[in-house]
T-cell receptor, first 109, second 112 residues
Framework: EDQVTQSPEALRLQEGESSSLNCSYT??????LFWYRQDPGKGPEFLFT???AGEEKEKERLKATLTKKESFLHITAPKPEDSATYLC??????????FGAGTRLTVKP | DSGVTQTPKHLITATGQRVTLRCSPR?????VYWYQQSLDQGLQFLIQ???????AKGNILERFSAQQFPDLHSELNLSSLELGDSALYFC???????????FGQGTRLTVV
């Protein structure tokens, strides 16, 4: 069965300390990879869509990249308001969107 | 605001009962997804509809069913409820295949 694995499960950073989150997936007919941000008790908020290896997308302090086996979400100089759970999702040929367990990010001032 | 509307926001019901959750997708979106998120758990894919037809099915229990109506709104029916069904239920919609989906704010179901 196709799998989506995110690491680390939790990440604590100091404000301004850059880092990366990882999302790895099984390679069998990937049609798209998506990054979301989720605050507690709220619905996931869409961040990026990636379709092809080598593709990059950027928004404010976030940058998402995609290779043939994994995606990274780079966070540059994070602020406390970036604290959230970051979710990765993939869509395969059967079109259902499967989510990883997420990385819970805490940014301390 | 994502444009996806879910009602009700909160629901408390007893074991053995049946409830219906409703989702109105963003204007123009043809695809609707349903997810379950239990406390401290990830998003579990339940089912997807595209323009009224079931498109993909995840780990949806036989006690659960869904449908998408001609006006594209969708309903998720949960029956013979158990304590373990307590969770946040999210609906998401997208324009079509292999594109990003936008989520509603969820329905928090509590089974007592």
């Amino acid at each position: 069965e196709d799998q989506v694995t995110q690491s680390p499960e939790a990440l604590r950073l100091q404000e301004g300390e850059s880092s990366s989150l990882n999302c790895s997936y099984t390679v069998s007919g990937l049609r798209g990879l998506f990054w979301y941000r989720q605050d507690p008790g709220k619905g996931p908020e869409f961040l990026f869509t990636l379709y092809s290896a080598g593709e990059e997308k950027e928004k404010e302090r976030l940058k998402a990249t995609l290779t043939k086996k994994e995606s990274f979400l780079h966070i540059t100089a994070p602020k406390p308001e970036d604290s959230a759970t970051y979710l990765c999702a993939v869509v395969y040929q059967d079109n259902d969107m499967r989510f990883g367990a997420g990385t819970r990010l805490t940014v301390k001032p | 605001d994502s444009g996806v509307t879910q009602t009700p926001k909160h629901l408390i019901t007893a074991t053995g009962q049946r409830v219906t959750l409703r989702c109105s997708p963003r204007s123009g979106d043809l695809s609707v997804y349903w997810y379950q998120q239990s406390l401290d758990q990830g998003l579990q894919f339940l089912i997807q509809y595209y323009n009224g037809e079931e498109r993909a099915k995840g780990n949806i229990l036989e006690r659960f069913s869904a449908q998408q109506f001609p006006d594209l709104h969708s309903e998720l029916n949960l029956s013979s409820l158990e304590l373990g069904d307590s969770a946040l239920y999210f609906c998401a919609s997208s324009t079509g295949e292999y594109v990003e989906a936008f989520f509603g704010q969820g329905t928090r179901l509590t089974v007592v």
